[in-house]
């Protein structure tokens, strides 16, 4: 079946850092890929997508591009702001056609000022 | 724009007691999803409806039934709530345009089962 495989946090930078949030998938053809964002009390939110293999998606200063070849879907940001707190989660699309959605277990990410 | 609206936005039961979660949708979306969410664990799909008259189950259905009431509506049941149904309940629509249509959620419903 589908997978995604996250990071695991939680995570705390100072602001102005580099970030890296790791996230890997398993899955029978092309699915798509996403990053949604959770703040406190408020439900998940797209970040960004990628749809097929070399993509990029990006958003509020994050990216993340699709590879194949290492089944990997990372997102970074270059300087991250203390706004950026929030819980992180990759997801996969049914590579089926339909819009269900796979999750990965979330990443906490506290930023410092 | 409301977007997706879930009521109530907290709710603690006993045992055995029975209550339904309800969704709905200013969107004109197609399809809609039941999601909970645990530490650890993501989001699991619970059932997830294509569009209006159809349900099917997600990933951990058991425990649950949902009703597709309308294009707009998305209800989940708890017929015997247990304690192992303590979680928060993300509802969640799409658009209909395929698998790259992204999930629009509501703010969740935080669900305590003693």
């Known amino acids: 079946g589908n997978s995604v495989t996250q990071m695991e946090g939680p995570v705390t930078l100072s602001e102005e850092a580099f970030l890296t949030i790791n996230c890997t998938y398993t899955a029978t053809g092309y699915p798509s890929l996403f990053w949604y964002v959770q703040y406190p009390g408020e439900g998940l939110q797209l970040l960004l997508k990628a749809t097929k293999a070399d993509d990029k998606g990006s958003n509020k200063g994050f990216e993340a591009t699709y590879r194949k070849e290492t089944t990997s879907f990372h997102l970074e940001k270059g300087s991250v702001q203390v706004s950026d707190s929030a819980v992180y989660f990759c997801?996969?699309?049914?590579?089926?056609?339909?819009?269900?959605?796979?999750f990965g277990t979330g990443t906490r990410l506290t930023i410092i000022p | 724009n409301a977007g997706v609206t879930q009521t109530p936005k907290f709710q603690v039961l006993k045992t055995g007691q029975s209550m339904t979660l309800q969704c709905a949708q200013d969107?004109?979306?197609?399809?809609m999803y039941w999601y909970r969410q645990d530490p650890g664990m993501g989001l699991r799909l619970i059932y997830y409806s294509a569009s209006e008259g159809t349900t099917d189950k997600g990933e951990v259905p058991n425990g649950y039934n949902v009703s597709r009431l309308n294009k707009r509506e998305f209800s989940l049941r708890l017929e015997s709530a247990a304690p192992s149904q303590t979680s928060v309940y993300f509802c969640?629509?799409?658009?209909?345009?395929?698998?790259?249509?992204?999930?629009?959620f509501g703010n969740g419903t935080r669900l305590t089962v003693t």
């Open positions: 969640a629509s799409s658009g209909g345009q395929g698998a790259g249509s992204p999930l629009h």
């Open positions: 969107m004109n979306h197609n399809s």
């Open positions: 997801a996969l699309s049914d590579p089926g056609g339909n819009e269900k959605l796979t």
